[in-house]
């Protein structure tokens, strides 16, 4: 890549010194063709005589060797003035090049010849000597600077390559020890900020979620194991008591009751853990369209009213305007998020107490939490009661089987909103916010 611009660059350098080249020959040109034919609109009108004495009397004068003025005869034989060979090809009234064969060396001029009435021939001429010393020493110039950057690019080039290709190596290393397992891994990033960092970066947080996604498959396994272990063993005890105690109809029933109750509770676990994966496969977002959360909040609130009263825990809704909070999202699904946290609430409240549902929305998005007066989410359980099956010291004896904010988690990342637990004086608050 480096030898590939160093050719791009060395073809525009060399567009680039012709054009100037060939700008700055016809600027000479120009210079000269003007001078020329303002010398020979002096002189072609004087008489021969005063010709000669003015051509005779710049001979005297050796500066103006550089630009001779000749008289020539029809013949092509000098007159007089500096002594120059008739151009072998003359053109007459126009300015042209012409070579001096008379001198030992020969000399390039430019000049301007005119025919006279009586037949003889005036030149006026300019040296080309200094225009072709300024040309060659500005292709020197140019060469050298041409030749030096040439080097010093290639130097540059070669040094970000190799960092280029360090850092490759090192992204290729992170890259096969992740391959091999190690998902704890990240793609090193360096301090530049460039194309390669920003690469690197939303690959790293690729990572991240492949790592919390592996955990989390990892977790549901294992939780699964756990969690399903304990019903399953209470349905064969329940299936062992009827097939060894039922003595009547009314004792079978029972029995069998009790199995139909366990084998429910692992349907709904099971439900709950293809909800969760339902919501996570983002495929509702194409259902998304624009939403009241307010109006959302507060239905789930008048739903939940009958259980919170008998619960004996005073549910509550409010909000600090009236205006409508307007969100992109899927109605069921906040719906649904709204309420497993009333129901959180609810369940883990004790009598007397009070449950509130917040809403608030201004020019930047929304928020609604859900606080309440119970036992309380510790700091160090805030991320850990996200995990599915996950349930904290304070509510394992209470029903259900810990998929309710794991299930609102999911819900929160396919609307890109931010799922934060905080743990007021009392109770717990749990917020969805708009990003």
């Known amino acids: 890549m480096a030898l590939a611009f160093l050719l791009v660059f060395g073809a525009a350098a060399s567009a680039l010194f012709l054009f100037v080249d060939w700008q700055m020959q016809g600027f000479l040109d120009q210079r000269s063709d003007e001078w020329l034919t303002r010398e020979m609109q002096s002189i072609q009108g004087l008489p021969q005589d005063a010709v000669i004495s003015r051509l005779a009397a710049r001979s005297k004068d050796q500066t103006n060797n550089e630009r001779p003025f000749s008289l020539f005869d029809q013949n092509g034989k000098l007159i007089a003035g500096i002594p120059l060979a008739f151009p072998e090809k003359p053109v007459f009234d126009a300015p042209f090049d012409f ?9 390039h001029y430019r000049g301007m010849l005119h025919r006279r009435a009586d037949g003889d021939s005036i030149l006026v001429a300019q040296s080309l000597h200094e225009q072709r010393e300024f040309r060659e020493r500005l292709e020197n110039a140019t060469l050298f600077a041409s030749l030096t950057t040439a080097i010093l690019g290639l130097a540059g080039a070669v040094a970000v390559g190799l960092g280029a290709v360090r850092r490759l190596d090192a992204m290729s290393n992170a890259a096969a020890q992740i391959m091999k397992g190690d998902l704890k891994q990240r793609l090193p990033t360096g301090r530049a900020g460039g194309d390669i960092d920003r690469l690197a970066k ?18 549901v396994c294992d939780n699964i194991a756990h969690d399903m272990r304990t019903p399953l063993t209470r349905l064969l ?16 029933h029972g029995y069998v009751d009790e199995a139909l109750d366990e084998i429910r509770g ?35 609130v008048e739903f939940f009213e009958p259980a919170a009263e008998e619960c004996g825990v005073a549910l509550a809704y409010a909000s600090s305007s009236n205006d409508p909070a307007i969100i992109s999202g899927d109605p069921s699904l ?11 609430a609810i369940k883990f409240t004790p009598r007397n107490g009070s449950a509130i549902v917040r809403v608030e929305s201004n020019g930047h998005g929304a928020t609604v939490a859900v606080e309440d007066t119970g036992v309380g989410i510790r700091k160090e359980d805030a991320d850990a009661v996200l995990r599915r099956f996950y349930r904290a010291e304070k509510s394992r004896h209470a029903p259900g089987n810990g998929l309710g904010l794991s299930l609102v988690s999911a819900i929160a990342r396919l609307h890109g909103m931010r799922l934060e637990i905080t743990a007021p004086h009392i109770g717990t608050c749990v917020r969805l916010a708009t990003v």
């Open 334 to 344: 906040i719906f649904e998020a709204i309420a497993n946290l009333i129901d959180n």
């Open 237 to 252: 005890a329940s299936l062992e008591r009827a097939r060894r105690r039922a003595t009547s109809i009314e004792e079978y």
């Open 266 to 300: 692992i349907l709904k676990t099971f439900s709950a853990l293809l909800r969760i994966s339902e919501v996570e496969d983002g495929l509702r977002r194409s259902g998304f369209v624009e939403i009241d959360l307010k109006a959302i909040a507060r239905d789930a």
């Open 202 to 219: 939303v690959v790293n947080e690729m990572l991240d979620e492949i790592e919390r996604l592996m955990q989390e498959v990892k977790g």
């Open 99 to 107: 070579a001096d064969h008379s001198a030992l060396k020969k000399d």
